[in-house]
């Protein structure tokens, strides 16, 4: 598992930001790759499993502590089970945080998180609406490191194609 970051610019919503990463690892590691994003004031970090291009990143070990974050679109399904919708309470997107992160081999330790303003999604064809956006962050302990690590290839939760759900290690000494 790699990373490389790369500068973007020049987009207005997360449609046209999905666009300009999508060309640009497809430019720098080729075609038909798996990969998630995550953007942060015009720089977009980029983690994928195919070539060399980047550098080796974290791989979660079993047994281990982690700081962590991920910008995630906490959604639930609605009282019909017909669409998603956004959540409205920090509790409930770190309830959510929690259970994606605990069904992909972590253990969550400690887990706080805000909301920020999202993207407006911009995609033609759709209505136009603006993505909720919640910075999850706390300690983990990895408790399966295969899934942990192919959760942090894959990303976790909604909109992963929108620059959502990549998971952010730091170990703890």
């Known amino acids: 598992m790699r990373e490389f970051v790369m500068r973007v610019s020049d987009f207005d919503n997360a449609y046209a930001l999905h666009q300009k990463v999508w060309s640009g690892v497809k430019k720098l590691v080729g075609d038909g790759i798996q990969f998630v994003f995550r953007e942060a004031d015009g720089y977009v970090k980029v983690r994928h499993s195919a070539g060399e291009v980047g550098r080796p990143?974290?791989?979660?070990?079993t047994g281990k502590r982690y700081r962590f974050d991920v910008l995630?679109?906490?959604?639930?399904?609605?009282?019909?089970?017909?669409?998603?919708?956004?959540?409205?309470?920090?509790?409930?997107?770190?309830?959510?945080?929690?259970?994606?992160?605990?069904k992909n081999g972590?253990?969550?330790?400690?887990?706080?998180?805000?909301?920020l303003q999202g993207?407006?999604?911009?995609?033609?064809?759709?209505?136009?609406?603006?993505?909720?956006?919640?910075?999850?962050?706390?300690?983990v302990l990895v408790v399966d490191g295969e899934k942990a690590t192919v959760a942090m290839q894959k990303g976790i939760g909604a909109a992963k194609r929108f620059g959502y759900g990549m998971i952010e290690l730091?170990?703890?000494?």
């Open 119 to 139: 993207n407006m999604l911009g995609k033609p064809g759709l209505k136009n609406f603006r993505i909720r956006s919640f910075l999850a962050y706390g300690e």
């Open 106 to 115: 972590f253990s969550v330790q400690s887990a706080g998180g805000d909301f």
């Open 57 to 61: 990143c974290l791989i979660p070990e």
């Open 72 to 102: 995630v679109n906490p959604v639930r399904s609605s009282n019909d089970s017909s669409k998603k919708v956004a959540v409205a309470s920090p509790e409930e997107a770190i309830a959510i945080v929690k259970r994606h992160l605990e």
């Open 170 to 173: 730091e170990g703890i000494k």
